[in-house]
Every structure is written in structure tokens, then in C-alpha cells.
């Protein structure tokens, strides 16, 4: 689990993955010399390597990986819909760190964003459908 914002050849970074997660997903049809070859390689890179079952993972990334980027793109969305110029300007004006950080992963590659959606559909769901149970019962304390 790293990345940037950035993309293309000019955004690599060589410690990319140095201490970063790395999950090793391996099927009852994977070959167990396969997954060894895909952890020394993961490991190579200074990864901390786990390993687990496809399921499990792709319910987990929901919750940390593809939720933010989908909060994020969604808080975008709704900071450009202000139909106020004045309360926009003052907003991007406004804006540090806090909102740079936040906004920061739905700010990146749509296409990324779109790939995590239609492969990860329903433990995306899952997740977005508890955030917004989270969200609720904050309103409805407010």
C-alpha cells in the first residue's frame, strides 16, 4: 500500500514501497512457489509482507484505501458546488493543511478512482453505507 498523487515515469520514487504493506493474496490454485517469489520481491523492496485470503482483502482496502478516495472526491465535489463565488473564493483562500490532506487522495488519478469501483464494488458499498451511518448519527446528535 503506497503511492503519490503523481503518475507517469517522472513521479517514481526507488523507496516507493520501504516500509509500506504489501498483501500477498494468494488463491487455493496459486502455486506456493509463486507466492514465495512475489513475497522475496515484496520484501526486496523493503515491504512489510502480509498475507491473506482475496476476500478479506478486498473488504479491508475498502475501509482504507478506497473509502478516503472516495470521501475525498465526493468532498471536492461538494466544496466546487458552492454556488456562492464569494464563499468559494474565501473557502480556496482559506484552505491548509487539514483540507489539503483530505481532498488529497480524491484529487489524483480519476481513472484509479473508477478501477477501485467497478473491481471493489460492494465492500465499497459496505464501507460507504457505514461511513454514512457514522455521518447520520453525527447529524442527528448536532
Known amino acids: 500500500m503506497a503511492g ?10 526507488p523507496r ?7 498483501a ?3 488463491t487455493e490454485q496459486t502455486p506456493p512457489a509463486a507466492v514465495a517469489q512475489i513475497e522475496a520481491l515484496a520484501r526486496s523492496l523493503g515491504s512489510r509482507v502480509y498475507r491473506c485470503a482475496p476476500s478479506i482483502h478486498d473488504r479491508a482496502v475498502a475501509w482504507i484505501s478506497h473509502l478516503p478516495v ?3 472526491a465526493a468532498l471536492i465535489a461538494a466544496c ?4 456562492e463565488g ?7 483562500q482559506l484552505a491548509s493543511t487539514g483540507f489539503r490532506d483530505t481532498s488529497r487522495v480524491g484529487g489524483g488519478n480519476p481513472e484509479l478512482g473508477t478501477l477501485m469501483a467497478r473491481y471493489n464494488r460492494e465492500p465499497i458499498l459496505a464501507a460507504i453505507a457505514e461511513y ?4 447520520d448519527q453525527i447529524n442527528q446528535r448536532h
Open 132 to 135: 454514512r451511518h457514522c455521518l
Open 70 to 72: 472516495m470521501v475525498s
Open 86 to 92: 464569494e464563499v468559494r473564493q474565501l473557502a480556496q
Open 80 to 83: 466546487t458546488a458552492e454556488t
Open 16 to 22: 516507493l514501497f520501504a516500509g509500506a504493506a504489501y
Open 4 to 13: 503519490t498523487a503523481w503518475q507517469g515515469i517522472e513521479a517514481a520514487e
Open 24 to 26: 500477498v493474496t494468494p
